[in-house]
C-alpha cells in the first residue's frame, strides 16, 4: 500500500490535446469537440525531428511534457515508465510490408524506432534524463501494470516517477487484427505524498479480484477503440472531479489495483 | 586505473536536454538513515549518487534458473558448451530472403507445437520459451509453488524485444484474397508484445503481477530488477523473471539495415571485429526472498542498477556515462565495490562502438584483478533474452569457477585492459557483474553473490 499525489496529468487524443480539455468533457462542462484532426506537438523536440518521428513518439512526449509542466517539474531529474498495449502499429506495418516485399529497403531509422523502448529513448534524448527508464506491456492490463510498477519504483525510491502511457491507431492488416483505432496517451507525474505535495492524492493497493470499476460514459466510445484509454478512464474520471472515491483496474487474472482517493 | 573510493561521481544528470521548465519536483523529506546490513561492504564514495534515503537491496535468492539457446537445452549444456570453447553459431539459414551473416539458432522449434490447449499461443517464441521453461526442473518449481502458496503471489516479470513478431511477418507474407490475415494467425494475443508473459501467465497459473519489459537489449535484466522489487515490497513471495527473444526478419535485416551485423561469426572486443550476430535464446528463474535460513551455497541478486544513456537511439553514449551509472548503482545496491567483483560478463556484442565505450569503461572503473569476457560468440546477441542468458551463464560462473573468455577474440582492441579474458579460466568468484544495454540507450546490471553474499 502507497499514498501518492498526481502532481502533473497529460493527455493526448484527437480533440483533446491537454487534461483541462479532458477534463471539462469527463466532469460534464463540455461535450466532446468535434473531431479534430493534427498531430500532437511536443515543444521540446525540434521540427525537423517531429517530422520524421512516429505517432507513438509525438503522442508520448507531448502528454510527458504536459505533466512535467503542470507538475513544474524538472523532467530531467525524473525517472520513468513508459507502457503501451502495441508499441508503434504503423511501424509494424511498416516492417511487415517490407520484408515481404523487399528486405533490403529496409529503413533503418524505421528499425531503431520500432523498438518498444522508442519514445522511452527520444524522451530520455530530449530532456537529459539519465534515471531509471523503462517500458513495458500488458496486454489489456497494461495502463493498471504500468501505474503499479510506477508506484513500486516510487516506493522503492522515495523520488518521483513519471508514467506514460499511449498507443497510436493501427492500420494495415496488423492494425486490423490489433482493433486499435484510435490515438490516445496519459501521463501521470507521481510524487511522494509530504503532505505538501501539490495535485489529488491517492493510496495504492493490490487486492484480489473484485468488481472493475466502469468506464465513464464520456469515454466510452474512445475505451472501445484504444485499450489504454480503457484501462485509464475510471481513474482519469476520479481525477477529474473534486469527491473522494475508488477506481478498481484488474491488473492480472486474481488482482485488482485499488486506488483510492484520498481527501 | 582501477578507482575504489572517494572518486568523484558522474552527475545524475548530464543536462544536454533542449527543455527546462521552472522549479524542482517536491521532494521526499529524508529518511532516517537505516542501520549498515551485516557484513555489508563499503560505500563506493564519500557522496553517493543520491542520499541513501531507500532501502538497500535486501537480496534475493535464485531458487532455480536456466537458459537454452544454441548452446543446447538447460545448464549442463551451457557450461559443457562454455567450458569446450564450442560456439552455436552458424551460417544464416532460417531468413526467407538470403541475408549472409551468422546465427545462433535453437534447432526442432518448427517442429514442436504448444500443447493443444495453449494453441492460441503458439509461435516461435512461445515454442522456444515452452522448451526454455522445461529445463533444470524449472516448470516442476512453478507447478509445485503454485500448490503451496496463493496464485495472486506469484509474479511474473520477463523481458522479450521482439516477441512473436515472426508470426506478424509470416501473417504478412500469407494473407488471404480480403487483405487480412490468414485465419489461423488471427489471434490477437500473439501480434503484441506481451505473448510472452501471457503465455507464461496461462502455462504455470502464476497469477500476481505480469509484466513483458521490452527495453531491447536491456529487457531480460531488466526484468531480473522489476521481479527483486515486487519481492523486496512483499507484493509476491515468488517471482518468474527472465526473457525470451527468437529470430525474426525485423531484427536480422533491421540490424543488417544499420549495417550492424557481421557477416561471419562475430568477434567481441577483436580489433577487427565488424558487427553482431544474433541469436535465440529463453533463460527464466525463480526469485524468492533472501532469509537467514538459506543454504551456504545459495545464490542470490545482490544489486540491480538501471539508467537512460540520454544520447543517442542507435549508439551508446560515447563516455558510456549511463553504462557506468547502472553499473555503480548495481554495486551500491548490493554494498560491493569494483574490487570484490571476480568477475564481468559484459554486454561485448561486437558492434565497433558498444565494445570500445565498454572496454573503456571497465578499463577505467575496476582493478586488473577483476576479469571480464563477452560470451556472445558463443550464442550470439540474443537481444531482450541476453540479459537473461547471461544472468545464467553468470551464475554458472559463480557456481562452477569457469570464467568463460571471449570466445572469437584474438587481437584484443587497444581500449581493453588487463581485465578481458580471451582463454577461458578456472577461479573461485564471489560476486559477478552482468552488464546489458539497449537501443534508446536503455542500460541494466546485474550482481550476482553466493553463500551469504557479502563478505
Redesign the interface.
Known amino acids: 500500500m502507497t499514498e501518492f499525489?498526481v502532481?502533473g496529468i497529460g493527455l493526448w487524443t484527437p480533440g483533446l490535446p491537454d487534461w483541462p480539455a479532458a477534463r471539462a468533457v469527463l466532469t460534464g462542462a463540455a461535450a466532446w469537440p468535434e473531431a479534430a484532426g493534427g498531430r500532437p506537438t511536443p515543444?521540446?523536440m525540434?521540427a525537423n525531428e517531429r517530422r520524421r518521428a512516429p505517432d507513438s513518439v509525438l503522442m508520448a512526449l507531448t502528454v510527458a511534457?504536459q505533466a512535467?509542466?503542470a507538475?513544474?517539474?524538472?523532467?530531467?531529474?525524473?525517472a520513468s515508465v513508459f507502457a503501451s498495449?502495441?508499441?508503434d502499429l504503423a511501424i509494424?506495418d511498416y516492417?511487415?510490408?517490407t520484408?515481404?516485399d523487399d528486405?533490403?529497403q529496409?529503413?533503418?531509422t524505421k528499425?531503431?524506432?520500432?523498438?518498444?523502448?522508442?519514445p522511452?529513448?527520444?524522451w530520455?534524448?530530449?530532456?537529459?534524463?539519465?534515471?531509471?527508464?523503462?517500458?513495458?506491456?500488458?496486454?489489456r492490463?497494461?495502463f493498471a501494470?504500468a501505474l503499479?510498477?510506477a508506484v513500486?519504483?516510487l516506493?522503492?525510491?522515495?523520488?518521483?516517477v513519471l508514467l506514460v502511457a499511449y498507443d497510436a491507431a493501427g492500420c494495415g492488416?496488423?492494425g486490423?487484427?490489433?482493433?486499435c483505432r484510435a490515438s490516445f496517451a496519459c501521463a501521470l507525474?507521481l510524487?511522494?505524498d509530504?503532505g505538501?505535495?501539490?495535485g489529488p492524492r491517492l493510496r495504492a493497493a493490490?487486492a484480489?479480484t473484485g468488481a472493475a470499476s466502469a468506464v465513464p460514459d464520456a469515454l466510452a466510445a474512445l475505451a472501445a477503440d484504444n485499450p489504454i484509454a480503457a484501462g485509464a478512464a475510471p481513474l482519469l474520471a476520479l481525477l477529474a472531479g473534486q469527491a473522494a472515491g475508488a477506481a478498481r483496474l484488474p491488473?492480472?487474472?486474481?488482482?485488482d489495483l485499488v486506488l483510492d482517493r484520498l481527501p | 586505473m582501477p578507482v575504489a573510493r572517494g572518486e568523484p561521481l558522474p552527475p545524475?544528470?548530464?543536462?544536454?536536454?533542449?527543455?527546462?521548465?521552472?522549479?524542482?519536483?517536491?521532494?521526499?523529506?529524508a529518511?532516517d538513515a537505516l542501520p549498515a546490513r551485516p557484513g555489508a561492504g563499503h560505500w563506493l564514495y564519500s557522496r553517493p549518487i543520491?542520499p541513501p534515503?531507500?532501502?538497500s537491496v535486501q537480496a534475493c535468492r535464485i531458487l532455480v534458473h536456466t537458459a537454452t539457446s544454441c548452446l543446447g537445452s538447460g545448464r549442463a549444456a551451457h557450461l559443457e558448451a562454455l567450458a569446450a570453447r564450442r560456439s552455436g553459431l552458424s551460417a544464416n539459414d532460417w531468413?526467407t530472403?538470403p541475408?549472409a551473416t551468422a546465427i545462433g539458432r535453437v534447432p526442432g522449434l518448427e517442429s514442436a507445437p504448444l500443447p493443444a490447449d495453449w494453441a492460441r499461443w503458439d509461435c516461435r517464441n512461445n515454442r522456444l520459451a515452452w522448451l526454455g521453461l522445461r529445463q533444470d526442473g524449472l516448470f516442476d518449481t512453478l507447478l509445485e509453488l503454485r500448490t503451496r502458496l496463493?496464485?495472486?503471489r506469484l509474479g511474473i516479470a520477463v523481458g522479450t524485444?521482439t516477441a512473436s513478431?515472426a508470426e506478424?511477418?509470416r501473417?504478412?507474407?500469407e494473407?488471404d484474397a480480403d487483405?487480412?490475415?490468414p485465419a489461423d494467425l488471427?489471434r490477437?494475443?500473439i501480434?503484441?508484445?506481451?505473448s510472452l508473459?501471457?503465455f507464461l501467465?496461462e502455462a504455470s497459473g502464476w497469477?500476481?503481477?505480469?509484466?513483458?519489459?521490452?527495453?531491447?537489449c536491456s529487457s531480460g535484466a531488466?526484468a531480473w530488477a522489476?521481479g527483486a522489487?515486487?519481492l523486496?515490497?512483499g507484493?509476491c513471495d515468488a517471482v518468474l523473471v527472465g526473457g525470451c527473444d527468437s529470430l525474426c526478419?525485423?531484427t536480422l535485416?533491421?540490424?543488417?539495415?544499420?549495417?550492424l551485423t557481421s557477416p561471419q561469426a562475430c568477434r567481441p572486443f577483436d580489433a577487427g571485429r565488424d558487427g553482431i550476430s544474433i541469436g535465440e535464446a529463453a533463460a527464466f528463474a525463480v526469485l524468492v526472498r533472501a532469509g537467514e535460513d538459506d543454504p551456504a551455497n545459495a545464490q542470490h541478486l545482490a544489486g540491480y542498477g538501471?539508467?537512460?544513456?540520454?544520447?543517442?537511439?542507435?549508439a551508446p553514449h560515447p563516455e558510456g556515462?549511463?553504462a557506468r551509472?547502472a553499473t555503480l548503482d548495481a554495486l551500491r545496491r548490493a554494498g560491493l565495490a569494483p574490487t570484490d567483483i571476480g568477475y564481468i560478463n559484459l554486454h561485448g556484442t561486437a558492434s565497433r562502438l558498444n565494445d570500445e565505450v565498454e572496454a573503456a569503461m571497465v578499463t577505467g572503473l575496476f582493478p586488473a584483478t577483476t576479469l571480464a569476457s563477452s560470451t556472445k560468440g558463443w550464442t550470439g546477441h540474443t537481444l531482450g533474452a541476453a540479459g537473461a542468458l547471461e544472468a545464467t551463464i553468470s551464475l554458472l560462473a559463480l557456481e562452477h569457477g569457469l570464467l568463460p573468455g571471449t570466445l572469437g577474440c584474438t587481437q584484443p582492441d587497444p581500449a581493453c585492459g588487463p581485465q578481458l579474458l580471451l582463454e577461458n579460466a578456472r577461479h573461485p568468484v564471489d560476486a559477478v557483474l552482468s552488464n546489458s544495454f539497449?537501443?534508446?540507450?536503455?542500460n541494466a546490471s546485474l550482481v550476482f553473490t553466493r553463500g551469504n553474499g557479502h563478505d
Open positions: 499525489a502532481a515543444s521540446l525540434p511534457e512535467c509542466a507538475a513544474g517539474a524538472d523532467p530531467a531529474t525524473v498495449v502495441f508499441g509494424n516492417m511487415c510490408a520484408l515481404r528486405p533490403a529496409m529503413s533503418p528499425f531503431h524506432n520500432s523498438v518498444h523502448n522508442a522511452s529513448g527520444y530520455s534524448i530530449a530532456t537529459g534524463a539519465m534515471a531509471a527508464a523503462t517500458s513495458l506491456a500488458a496486454g492490463e497494461t501494470a503499479h510498477e513500486v519504483q516506493a522503492d525510491s522515495g523520488e518521483p492488416p496488423v486490423a487484427v490489433a482493433g507525474l510524487t511522494p509530504t505538501a505535495a501539490q493490490a484480489t491488473l492480472s487474472p486474481a488482482l | 545524475r544528470t548530464a543536462g544536454q536536454g533542449r527543455y527546462r521548465v521552472a522549479g524542482k519536483c517536491p521532494r521526499a523529506p529518511r543520491r534515503r531507500f532501502p531468413t530472403t541475408l496463493p496464485a495472486h524485444s513478431i506478424t511477418e501473417a504478412y507474407r494473407l487483405g487480412g490475415f488471427r490477437p494475443e501480434h503484441q508484445p506481451h508473459a501471457g501467465q497469477h500476481g503481477p505480469c509484466l513483458t519489459i521490452s527495453t531491447a531488466k522489476a522489487r515486487w523486496q515490497q507484493l526478419g525485423s535485416h533491421g540490424f543488417a539495415s544499420l549495417q538501471e539508467s537512460a544513456d540520454a544520447h543517442h537511439m542507435s556515462l549511463g551509472m539497449g537501443f534508446g540507450g536503455s
